[in-house]
């Protein structure tokens, strides 16, 4: 079965800093990488996916990911944090032919002032 | 042009009784999920839901969960004898078919058995 493994419990950036949160994922089949963001007491909220075509995905609040086969990768970045980027991310994984959709532990994103 | 709602927000029930979870997913969304979400994991795959199919209860932990889906629509997710370890927050999520399709959550229900 796919799985997903998110590096750092915690990232802490400054506000304006680049924001990059890591996701590794595993996949006997090509897999749907998904990243949601989690602000507190709420549900999560889809920030980008890739399914096929082309590996640099953009999504909502500036975000962006690039999907790199080769290093079975999927890191969430943005240029620029902002406070109100403080949540919690999950990356996640799914298959064409897979109900179960794995999620990764989550990273904490802190944006100090 | 609502989302996914779910009922109650917080339970608070004792250790031995059985709780009642409720999702309403997105109109004309013929898939839901289940997942559970405990205090600094992420999130555990329970059930899922696909029009008429036979559910997908792979990732149900034991016999004391159980879920329905009546009509293709609103489901309730069941946890019989609760026991403390079930304290978690349930989160519902439907989507228009399986895979690649993107999941919309609801906002959680804050079980807390004690």
């Known amino acids: 079965a796919q799985s997903v493994t998110q590096l750092g419990s915690h990232v802490s950036v400054s506000e304006g800093a680049l924001v990059l949160l890591r996701c590794n994922y595993s996949s006997s089949v090509p897999p749907y990488l998904f990243w949601y963001v989690q602000y507190p007491n709420q549900g999560l909220q889809l920030l980008l996916k890739y399914t096929t075509g082309a590996t640099l995905v953009k999504g909502i609040n500036g975000f962006e990911a690039e999907f790199k086969k080769s290093e079975t990768s999927f890191h969430l970045t943005k240029p620029s944090a902002h406070m109100s980027d403080a949540a919690e991310y999950f990356c996640?994984?799914?298959?064409?032919?897979?109900?179960?959709?794995?999620f990764g532990a989550g990273t904490r994103l802190t944006v100090k002032p | 042009g609502a989302g996914v709602s779910q009922s109650p927000s917080n339970k608070v029930t004792e250790k031995g009784k059985d709780v009642e979870l409720r999702c309403d997913p997105i109109s004309g969304h013929t898939a839901l999920y289940w997942y559970r979400q405990s205090l600094g994991q992420g999130l555990e795959f329970l059930i899922y839901f696909q029009g008429n199919s036979a559910p997908d209860k792979s990732g149900l932990p034991s016999d004391r969960f159980s879920a329905e889906r009546t009509g293709g629509s609103v489901s309730t997710l069941t946890i019989q004898r609760t026991q403390q370890e079930d304290s978690a927050v349930y989160l519902c999520?439907?989507?228009?078919?399986?895979?690649?399709?993107?999941?919309?959550f609801g906002p959680g229900t804050r079980l807390l058995v004690l």
């Open positions: 999520a439907s989507s228009t078919g399986q895979g690649g399709k993107t999941q919309y």
């Open positions: 996640a994984v799914i298959t064409y032919n897979n109900n179960d959709m794995r």
